[in-house]
């Protein structure tokens, strides 16, 4: 069956993905994927449907903008967020302590080393959020002419504590087993040395 077909049914519910192979993706009938129990749920309503899509969008984001009916959905479960003078933003009530935490976390004396961000990283998921919020502006250019990128075509955002302070560009050449940089644009005083070592050994090559 082609792929395209199997995925206009996966959208519409007629497939599920039960398993992965690497990066293909391996389909078969809900009633095989699911528990039974699932299907004896009644049909939610759209208030219902509206409330979880929105909920589900701040626990993949955290921090986010919220359309007027994604707010009524959901106004007794969020917490506003004004930063300067940006748009107002929310995140759930029951993360509030969890921002606290790693305010108070980076705070701190302790040394924390840089680390490689994936592109769709709930942290900047948002582009707009997060230039606003980090000061960061950052495009995906995987899909980007190669001629137009300005990055590079997998460029890893660079986090040190709370900061994105750059961006690496990682080649991974698996006939010579060896993780290359092709370009680096990063703030001076940071080391990614570490950083760059830890996604080597997590795609088994060497630097």
């Known amino acids: 069956m082609?792929?395209?077909?199997?995925?206009?049914?996966?959208?519409?519910?007629?497939?599920?993905i039960a398993q992965r192979e690497g990066i293909r993706r391996l389909y078969?009938?809900?009633?095989?994927?699911?528990?039974a129990k699932v299907f004896k749920l009644s049909e939610p309503t759209l208030a219902e449907s509206e409330?979880?899509?929105?909920?589900?969008?701040?626990?993949?984001?955290?921090?986010?903008?919220?359309?007027r009916a994604?707010?009524?959905?959901?106004?007794?479960?969020?917490?506003?967020?004004?930063?300067?003078?940006?748009?107002l933003l929310y995140c759930l009530r029951s993360d509030v302590a969890?921002?606290?935490k790693i305010h108070k976390r980076n705070s701190g004396s302790e040394n924390h080393h840089p680390r490689l961000i994936a592109p769709l990283d709930p942290l900047i998921y948002d582009r707009k959020v997060t230039e606003h919020v980090r000061g960061f502006n950052y495009t995906w250019e995987v899909y980007t002419p190669a001629v137009k990128r300005v990055r590079g075509y997998y460029a890893l955002p660079v986090l040190s504590q709370d900061e994105l302070i750059g961006h690496i560009?990682?080649?991974a050449d698996r006939k010579q087993g060896k993780l290359a940089v092709i370009s680096r644009q990063v703030k001076r005083g940071h080391s990614t040395v570490a950083a760059v070592k830890q996604l080597a050994t997590l795609l088994e090559l060497r630097t």
């Open 70 to 87: 994604e707010l009524a959905a959901i106004e007794d479960l969020v917490q506003p967020v004004q930063i300067d003078d940006g748009p």
């Open 51 to 67: 409330r979880w899509e929105s909920t589900l969008k701040l626990r993949q984001r955290r921090l986010a903008a919220l359309k």
């Open 28 to 35: 078969d009938l809900p009633e095989r994927v699911l528990p």
């Open 2 to 16: 082609p792929k395209s077909t199997l995925q206009k049914l996966f959208f519409h519910g007629r497939l599920l």
């Open 98 to 100: 969890l921002f606290d």
């Open 169 to 171: 560009d990682p080649k």
